[in-house]
């Protein structure tokens, strides 16, 4: 844990004091940023007070004193319920606002780790305001230095090598009349992975034709999975890391048609999400040119606003992106303001999709999904290529 970090992002962020908090090694969040073993015994609950200015506080239960005897700072413990009480009531000095992981009315779930109860005890207790730690969350969780973006250009550029593999072997064997399924590329995507040494995080490529990817996160298994064949819209959807610790994942989709005459609706759908994919890039760059703070919920509007001008706002249903990270859904902002408004800001050093959808369940669906970097020193970097028309497969 790097305290003095910790404490001038709490200064930046005009609050009093960060409090951290878990019960039954629930919230993995906290044991990230404090560099504590999430696999010990926890059957009770702990605090640890840091405020942005001074010593920090460790709250522990008698049962489990040691609990966070590796930080830094004064240890207290309490046994009773009641002492507990007294102890938050006395943890905080003159500091009025204290940030934890909370978000008001759950905008952003993934930062919603402390329940509704230990929220309203810290405020009655303590007499303080609860404000959301989401964007101090961010900097520890989302952001990542050189090392981590030279990783995901690396897993990029393999992923996008294994996708144009998988339309080719698609088309191989159709053209060679031969059977192959849905589950069968997502197997060959799964075992190009392995050999190129990248993990997909324990989960299976989505590889869709037709009315399949209508469920935006379908996944093929033998039973459901059918054949390729002429005339089928295709969708794929992959996401890869290096496996070292801390390498960042890549993560996009490609859509393509098996033969020449690609229906009129399909070609305008791709062409609508496409027009929202590069709205929202385009916003993206505008603003960190002009060194202007950008949070996830206005890349959203203006994505989707494109595709609602070409008539399909009704078939968009989820939100344009996600943070991107360590793990393939990260911590940092979402593109998102349709599911959640998210209020985070957009931060250098940090990754994220874009990846506009249209999906009718009855017939086809269709996604065109790119990742941006923002180096840290501020550049917008899209990284791989870019899709800009449907593949057309032979």
């Not at 930062?111 to 329940?115: F, N």
């Not at 405020?123 to 609860?130: C, F, H, N």
């Not at 393999?158 to 080719?168: F, G, M």
């Given at each position: 844990?790097?305290?003095?970090?910790?404490?001038?992002a709490?200064?930046?962020?005009?609050?009093d004091?960060?409090?951290?908090y878990d019960f039954?090694?629930?919230?993995?969040?906290?044991?990230?940023i404090?560099?504590i073993?999430?696999?010990?015994?926890?059957?009770?609950?702990?605090?640890?007070w840091v405020?942005?200015?001074?010593?920090?506080?460790?709250l522990?239960?008698?049962?489990?004193?040691?609990?966070?005897?590796?930080?830094?700072g004064?240890?207290r413990?309490?046994s009773?319920?009641?002492e507990?009480?007294?102890a938050?009531?006395?943890?905080?000095?003159?500091?009025?606002?204290?940030?934890?992981?909370?978000?008001?009315?759950?905008?952003?779930?993934y930062?919603?780790?402390?329940?509704a109860?230990?929220?309203e005890?810290v405020?009655?207790?303590?007499?303080?305001?609860?404000v959301?730690?989401a964007?101090?969350v961010?900097?520890?969780?989302?952001?990542?230095?050189?090392?981590?973006?030279?990783?995901?250009?690396?897993?990029?550029h393999?992923?996008?090598?294994?996708?144009?593999?998988?339309?080719?072997k698609?088309g191989?064997?159709v053209?060679?009349?031969?059977?192959?399924?849905?589950?069968?590329?997502?197997?060959?995507?799964l075992d190009?992975?392995?050999?190129?040494?990248?993990?997909a995080?324990?989960?299976?490529?989505?590889?869709?034709?037709?009315?399949?990817?209508?469920?935006?996160?379908?996944?093929?298994t033998?039973e459901?999975?059918?054949?390729?064949?002429?005339?089928?819209?295709?969708l794929?959807?992959?996401w890869a890391?290096?496996?070292a610790?801390?390498?960042?994942?890549?993560d996009?989709?490609?859509?393509g048609?098996?033969?020449q005459?690609v229906?009129?609706e399909?070609?305008q759908?791709?062409?609508?999400?496409?027009?929202?994919?590069?709205?929202?890039?385009a916003?993206?760059?505008?603003?960190?040119?002009?060194?202007?703070?950008?949070?996830?919920?206005?890349?959203?509007?203006?994505?989707r606003?494109?595709v609602e001008?070409a008539?399909?706002?009704?078939?968009?249903?989820?939100r344009?992106?996600?943070s991107?990270?360590?793990?393939?859904h990260g911590?940092?902002?979402?593109?998102?303001?349709?599911?959640?408004?998210?209020?985070?800001?957009?931060?250098?050093?940090?990754?994220f999709?874009?990846?506009p959808?249209?999906?009718?369940?009855d017939?086809r669906?269709?996604?065109?999904?790119?990742?941006?970097?923002i180096?840290?020193?501020?550049?917008?970097?899209?990284?791989?290529?870019?899709?800009?028309?449907?593949?057309l497969?032979p």
């Open positions: 844990m790097d305290l003095n970090a910790i404490q001038q709490i200064k930046e962020a005009g609050f004091g960060w409090l951290f039954h090694n629930r919230n993995l969040i906290d044991y990230r404090l560099g073993d999430s696999e010990r015994m926890a059957t009770r609950r702990w605090f640890y405020p942005a200015e001074g010593e920090p506080i460790r522990v239960h008698g049962v489990e004193p040691s609990r966070l005897d590796g930080l830094p004064e240890k413990v309490y009773r319920w009641v507990l009480h007294e938050l009531g006395s943890l905080f000095g003159t500091a009025r606002t204290v940030a934890m992981q909370y978000s008001p009315l759950c905008d952003i779930p930062i919603s780790m402390v329940d109860g230990t929220i005890l405020r009655e207790a303590g007499g303080v305001e609860i959301s730690s964007d101090l961010s900097r520890f969780e989302a952001v990542f230095g050189a090392e981590g973006a030279e990783s995901h250009r690396r897993a990029m393999t992923i996008l090598a294994v996708k144009d593999e998988a339309y080719a698609i191989a064997a053209t060679a009349g031969e059977t192959l399924t849905e589950y069968d590329i997502a197997r060959f995507i190009r992975f392995e050999a190129e040494g990248l993990d995080g324990g989960h299976v490529p989505i590889v869709g034709v037709d009315g399949h990817p209508a469920d935006p996160h379908f996944e093929p033998e459901n999975a059918v054949p390729f064949a002429r005339d089928q819209c295709v794929i959807d992959l890391r290096e496996k610790p801390t390498s960042i994942f890549a996009v989709t490609w859509c048609f098996i033969g005459d229906p009129e399909y070609q759908m791709f062409e609508a999400v496409c027009a929202g994919r590069d709205a929202g890039v916003l993206v760059r505008e603003r960190f040119a002009a060194g202007e703070l950008l949070e996830g919920w206005e890349v959203d509007d203006v994505v606003a494109e001008r008539g399909f706002g009704d078939q968009f249903i989820h344009t992106g996600h991107i990270g360590f793990e393939v911590n940092g902002a979402n593109i998102d303001n349709f599911e959640t408004r998210d209020r985070r800001t957009i931060l250098a050093g940090t990754c999709s874009i990846e959808g249209i999906y009718f369940t017939r669906a269709v996604r065109t999904e790119i990742d941006v970097l180096t840290p020193e501020g550049e917008v970097e899209v990284v791989g290529d870019i899709q800009q028309e449907l593949i497969i």
